[in-house]
């Protein structure tokens, strides 16, 4: 599915995107912004933003990778076993 005709993206290419920045980073701030860049390319007309939104949102939250299955730990916590 083309979800960006200005630039030619496909959900493909937004589940992929993910894919890779949460397999680089597990905590960086996703947003469409990182996607356009991720994928070498520029926003046009923004029309898509609202979309890519949603479908970045909806892959993030269904893979293994997400931030959201990692445990988190406070930097304030000098607990070892803190969750």
């Given at each position: 599915?083309?979800?960006c005709s200005c630039s030619m993206i496909s959900a493909q290419d937004i589940h992929d995107a993910v894919s890779a920045l949460r397999t680089k980073d597990p905590f960086v701030v996703l947003t469409p912004g990182l996607i356009y860049k991720t994928l070498g390319k520029q926003p046009s007309c923004g029309s898509c933003l609202p979309l890519?939104?949603?479908?970045?949102?909806s892959y993030d939250?269904?893979?293994p990778s997400s931030a959201?299955?990692?445990p988190h730990r406070s930097?304030?916590?000098n607990s070892p076993t803190a969750n």
């Open positions: 599915m083309i979800v890519i939104t949603k479908l970045m949102l939250d269904e893979g959201a299955s990692l930097p304030f916590d």
